[in-house]
């Protein structure tokens, strides 16, 4: 990340309306911002392109929040918790 490049924001959330309006909140906000909606397409997401910041639902179907999150901690040691 260069300081022309604004912070890569991943939202994880099951509700589209919850994600989509975080997803543009934080695009207004100036950030490279993406919205999915499972553990799977985060999984993929990560693996494909850097992320910054990861921002999920804590209760989701399947897996908890906490649990996707030390998931993409594996994946990438460099994303904040």
Not at 16 to 24: A, H, I, N
Not at 37 to 57: F, K, N
Not at 67 to 77: F, H, I, N, S, Y
Request: overall charge negative; charged content about 35%; aromatic content about 2%.
């Amino acid at each position: 990340m260069t300081p022309e490049t604004p912070p890569r924001i991943l939202v994880i959330d099951d509700e589209d309306q919850v994600r989509g309006s975080m997803v543009r909140l934080l695009q207004r906000l100036g950030y490279d911002a993406t919205g999915l909606e499972d553990r799977e397409a985060g999984l993929r997401h990560v693996r494909a392109r850097a992320t910054d910041l990861v921002i999920t639902d804590m209760q989701m179907p399947g897996k908890s929040g906490l649990e996707v999150l030390l998931e993409l901690r594996a994946l990438d040691p460099r994303l904040r918790r």
